[in-house]
C-alpha cells in the first residue's frame, strides 16, 4: 500500500519563508509532484522532483531524498494569494500503470 | 481550447438515484483518473484507466463505476449502493511518462438531498 504525510495545517506571514513537509512510503516510486489547490477549485500543477535534490521554479522550490522518503515545498516572499492548500502527491509504477496517490494535503494561512 | 471538461458543476441527488458525472479531455491523453474530495481533505482515487476498455479501482471504488469506451471520454456513475457520496469530484488527466503531470478538469459539485 502507500502512505502520505502532511501537517494539516500551517500560518505564516506575508513576507517570509515557509516550508511544508511531506512524508511517503510506496512501492514502485516514480515521482514526487506538488499542487496548490484553492478553496472550491481545481489543484494545479507546482512543481516535480523524480532524482534527490533541489528543484527551484521562481518563489517555490521543492527538495526530495528517495532513501528517506522525504519531500518539502519551499515558498519564499510569501503573498496573500499564497493561502490555499498544498498537496503531496506521489506517482507510482504498479502492474497496470501508473498512478498517482494525494496525500491529506496542508492548509497554508499566509496572515498580514 | 484544449483541456478536460467536467459536467455539471453542480449535481443534486435524490438518496437511491444514480447519477453520471461526465469528463472529456482533447489533449490525446491515454490516462484519466477520478478522485473524490471531502471538506478539509485530500484527494482519494476512485478509478483510473490507461487505454481504452480498461480501467483500474483506486482505495474507493466501491459504490462507483466508470467506463473507457473513447479515449477523450471517462464518464463516472455514483451508484445507489454509495451511501455517503455528497462531495467534490475531480477528474484528471495525463501522458504517460517521466516527467509528466497529471492536469484537473475544474470539478463536480454532488449533493444528495
Known amino acids: 500500500g502507500q502512505n502520505i504525510d502532511q501537517p494539516t495545517e500551517m500560518t505564516a506571514t506575508e513576507g517570509a519563508i515557509v516550508q511544508i513537509n511531506c512524508t511517503y512510503q510506496?512501492?514502485?516510486?516514480?515521482?514526487l509532484f506538488w499542487y496548490q489547490q484553492h478553496a472550491g477549485e481545481a489543484p494545479t500543477f507546482l512543481s516535480y522532483?523524480?532524482?534527490?535534490g533541489l528543484e527551484e521554479k521562481g518563489r517555490f522550490s521543492s527538495f526530495l531524498s528517495r532513501s528517506k522518503g522525504y519531500s518539502y515545498l519551499l515558498l519564499k516572499e510569501l503573498q496573500m494569494k499564497d493561502s490555499a492548500s498544498y498537496l503531496c502527491?506521489?506517482?507510482?509504477?504498479?502492474?497496470?500503470?501508473?498512478?498517482?496517490?494525494f496525500g491529506p494535503g496542508t492548509r497554508l494561512s499566509v496572515l498580514p | 481550447d484544449g483541456g478536460i471538461t467536467q459536467s455539471p458543476k453542480y449535481l443534486f441527488r435524490k438518496e437511491g438515484q444514480n447519477v453520471t458525472l461526465s469528463c472529456e479531455q482533447n489533449?490525446?491523453?491515454?490516462?484519466m483518473y477520478w478522485y473524490r474530495q471531502d471538506p478539509g481533505q485530500g484527494l482519494r482515487l476512485i478509478y483510473y484507466?490507461?487505454?481504452?476498455?480498461?480501467?483500474q479501482k483506486g482505495d474507493i471504488a466501491e459504490g462507483y463505476s466508470v467506463s473507457r469506451e473513447k479515449k477523450e471520454s471517462f464518464p463516472l456513475t455514483v451508484t445507489s449502493a454509495q451511501k455517503n457520496p455528497t462531495a467534490f469530484y475531480l477528474c484528471?488527466?495525463?501522458?504517460f511518462g517521466s516527467g509528466n503531470t497529471i492536469y484537473f478538469g475544474e470539478g463536480s459539485w454532488l449533493t444528495v438531498v
Open positions: 489533449l490525446n491523453h491515454d490516462a
Open positions: 522532483n523524480v532524482l534527490d
Open positions: 510506496t512501492s514502485g516510486f516514480n515521482g
Open positions: 502527491a506521489v506517482r507510482s509504477l504498479d502492474n497496470y500503470g501508473q498512478n498517482f496517490v
Open positions: 484528471a488527466s495525463g501522458p
Open positions: 484507466s490507461q487505454i481504452v476498455n480498461d480501467f
